[in-house]
């Protein structure tokens, strides 16, 4: 992590604060034993506003001796994201300047210290890291240390750490260049993550996925040169183990479209289709540092869709590994084509549950917008699970059905099912229907259509636009998993 927290029990005064930058979070509006109220007092009667605004839009001032404020309210009533909204802004203008030090002052009722403890340097840590950058001259985040008052927590905020750990793995991923995360250089550093963290590691390359019969995968794959696309397998596997859960990511490194071709504005962006494999990855490092007693097996789809002779077409006919045939409808839905065979794999092994991250469908970002995104299960308890555990985490997540009627619309006249429709419509649940026609042993499955992974200006804890959306809610799912 390279940042140091220090925790210190005693209240923060004007003179015990050492640093340039600091955070001042309230738990009421009312109080007024706090360093620098006389400042933000003034700052407030000058803006015509009262202490009650701050828990609406958080204030920051530059005090008289040079050091930069910010003062936010965040009460009982507030759930996480607001919360992690609220601290984000609150935030934003001490994190620009770079500051060595960065002090985050608790004040307030004493219930809520702790929750306000841990969302801020979650916050806090999140919004320090480095991200690629190929700037010239690029900002570096050089804060060494986050120095807590007011509270003094046991775990040392070991939850927070691991989250955020997981989270910027992620966003490293996902933010780097098509022609610096081609499949080959992935697959080379998902290895070196697993001799890092020991994790047993497997792939299924195009030359084993061919004589295995995984048709569905290796249509997509074979449209590339070189033909480097693989099924990647991770297993985490502690001492003791209680749950079996499979993590499953599509890994589409760039997305063309294939022969249908998407145009220049949709295309853009598209290296970030490899996120719900980082997602995938973020989770699984997230739950090693935090040692949960789940094996954890993580299967990643590693691809990319590529137009040229050999890739696959319109009305191409493909047999999948278990052996249903699909029609190619439109080659653009390359991502549930990768993900049939990566998802009879991980079924094939009976885990207790399975869950797949993948920015799957436009669809889901009509319904959704980029602040939301959605699940799809073959069981309604999990996807109420998940609605709690995107509440509880500060990822919002909105359930969407499964009906099977909706798969009448997959019907083929010549193969068993369809891969999409040209209508559109609810792809979000089209694409859950067909995939879950590739599960075998009747697995419960919860299917993650990430459509909030990149949001302009930030979403939640994160103020950088790939906010690594789904590696706090796939850890809450984890832990709710094992209270059951």
């Known amino acids: 992590m390279g940042i140091q927290i220090l925790q210190k029990r005693g209240v923060a005064t004007e003179k015990n604060?050492?640093?340039?930058?600091?955070?001042?979070?309230?738990?009421?509006?009312?109080?007024?034993?706090?360093?620098?109220?006389?400042?933000?007092?003034?700052k407030l009667k000058r803006a015509h506003k009262k202490m009650g605004s701050l828990s609406k839009e958080p204030v920051t001032i530059e005090a008289q001796d040079g050091r930069l404020l910010s003062f936010v309210v965040l009460d009982q009533?507030?759930?996480?994201?607001?919360?992690?909204?609220?601290?984000?802004?609150?935030?934003?203008s001490l994190i620009a300047e770079n500051p060595e030090v960065l002090n985050i002052a608790l004040f307030g009722d004493e219930d809520l210290k702790e929750i306000n403890a841990r969302a801020a340097?979650?916050?806090?840590?999140m919004n320090s890291q480095r991200?690629?950058?190929?700037?010239?001259?690029?900002?570096?985040?050089?804060?060494?240390?986050?120095?807590?008052?007011?509270?003094?927590?046991?775990?040392?905020?070991?939850?927070?750490?691991?989250?955020?750990?997981?989270?910027t793995l992620t966003r490293e991923l996902t933010m780097l260049p098509p022609n610096e995360l081609t499949p080959s250089i992935y697959r080379t550093k998902i290895k070196s993550l697993a001799k890092s963290y020991g994790w047993k590691f497997e792939e299924f390359d195009m030359a084993k996925l061919k004589k295995m019969g995984a048709g569905a995968f290796v249509a997509v794959g074979q449209g590339s040169e070189?033909?480097?696309?693989?099924?990647?397998?991770?297993?985490?596997?502690?001492?003791?183990?209680k749950k079996n859960i499979a993590v499953i990511g599509k890994g589409i490194c760039f997305d063309t479209g294939g022969h249908n071709l998407k145009p220049a504005r949709y295309m853009h962006g598209m290296h970030e289709d490899m996120n719900g494999s980082?997602?995938?990855?973020?989770?699984?490092?997230?739950?090693?540092?935090?040692?949960?007693?789940?094996?954890?097996?993580?299967w990643l789809a590693v691809a990319q869709n590529h137009i040229g002779p050999k890739a696959y077409k319109q009305n191409d006919v493909v047999k999948s590994l278990n052996g249903t045939s699909i029609e190619i409808i439109h080659t653009d839905a390359e991502g549930r084509m990768v993900l049939a065979d990566t998802l009879t794999l991980a079924s094939r092994l009976k885990p207790d549950m399975m869950i797949d991250f993948a920015t799957l469908t436009g669809s889901m970002a009509t319904a959704?917008?980029?602040?939301?995104?959605?699940?799809?299960?073959?069981?309604?308890?999990?996807?109420?699970?998940?609605?709690?555990?995107?509440?509880?985490?500060?990822?919002?997540?909105?359930?969407?059905?499964?009906?099977?009627?909706?798969?009448?619309?997959?019907?083929?006249?010549?193969?068993?099912?369809?891969?999409?429709?040209?209508?559109?419509?609810?792809?979000?649940?089209?694409?859950?229907?067909?995939?879950?026609?590739?599960?075998?042993?009747?697995?419960?499955?919860?299917?993650?259509?990430?459509?909030?992974?990149?949001?302009?200006?930030?979403l939640g804890a994160a103020l950088s636009e790939v906010n690594g959306f789904g590696v706090g809610f796939g850890i809450q799912v984890l832990k709710k998993v094992l209270q059951k």
């Open 278 to 298: 980082a997602v995938s990855l973020g989770i699984l490092l997230s739950a090693t540092l935090l040692k949960l007693p789940i094996k954890i097996d993580c």
């Open 17 to 42: 604060i050492k640093g340039t930058h600091l955070l001042c979070v309230l738990s009421d509006a009312t109080s007024k034993t706090f360093p620098f109220v006389k400042e933000l007092d003034r």
């Open 368 to 458: 959704l917008g980029d602040r939301y995104s959605g699940v799809i299960s073959n069981r309604p308890e999990l996807s109420c699970l998940a609605v709690g555990a995107g509440s509880d985490a500060g990822e919002r997540i909105a359930a969407f059905p499964f009906d099977e009627d909706y798969e009448e619309d997959l019907e083929s006249g010549i193969a068993d099912i369809k891969q999409c429709t040209l209508e559109g419509g609810a792809d979000h649940i089209h694409a859950a229907r067909f995939l879950n026609r590739f599960i075998e042993n009747n697995v419960p499955w919860l299917h993650t259509d990430l459509s909030s992974s990149n949001r302009k200006g930030g």
């Open 77 to 92: 009533k507030m759930n996480t994201f607001q919360r992690h909204t609220l601290l984000r802004k609150a935030l934003k």
């Open 121 to 125: 340097v979650y916050v806090a840590l």
């Open 226 to 241: 070189p033909q480097d696309a693989a099924i990647v397998h991770l297993t985490y596997k502690p001492k003791q183990i």
């Open 131 to 167: 991200l690629p950058s190929y700037k010239k001259e690029s900002t570096k985040k050089n804060i060494k240390s986050i120095e807590v008052f007011g509270i003094e927590l046991k775990d040392k905020f070991a939850h927070e750490i691991a989250i955020v750990t997981g989270n």
